[in-house]
Nanobody
């Protein structure tokens, strides 16, 4: 069983930055591909970014490409999401997730086995 705990959300003005963290329980290291998803009120949970077990492969949603950076520290079992040039449409609850699949096929929420509780990101205009 893996437990994931996100932190780093908050309120920021448009154009600002936030860095989300996701701490995994135990020494999960490079066991899982990891991803970030988000869900705005009244909308389905959507993919934001994912990263391979080794941290050398990653993919982003078109809406965040060039603004967000996903990374991981396997020694610390921690996943990060650096979010720059934030826009009001980035407002959502952000979730980290772990998948037993290889990152290339872990593309949708149902491909992920473990989820954090979420952290709220609010971007004001």
């Amino acid at each position: 069983q893996v437990q994931l705990v996100e932190s780093g959300g908050g309120l920021v003005q448009a154009g600002g930055s936030l860095r989300l963290s996701c701490a995994a329980s135990g020494r999960t290291g490079s066991t899982y591909a990891m991803g970030w998803f988000r869900q705005a009120p009244g909308r389905e949970r959507e993919f934001v970014a994912r990263i391979s077990r080794s941290g050398t492969g990653w993919s982003y949603a078109d809406s965040v490409k060039g603004r967000f950076t996903i990374s991981r520290d396997n020694a610390e079992s921690t996943l990060y999401l650096q979010m720059n040039s934030l826009k009001p449409e980035d407002t959502a609850v952000y979730y980290c997730a772990a998948s037993k699949l290889v990152v290339a096929v872990a593309t949708t929420p149902r491909d992920y086995d473990y989820w954090g509780q979420g952290t709220q990101v609010t971007v004001s205009s």
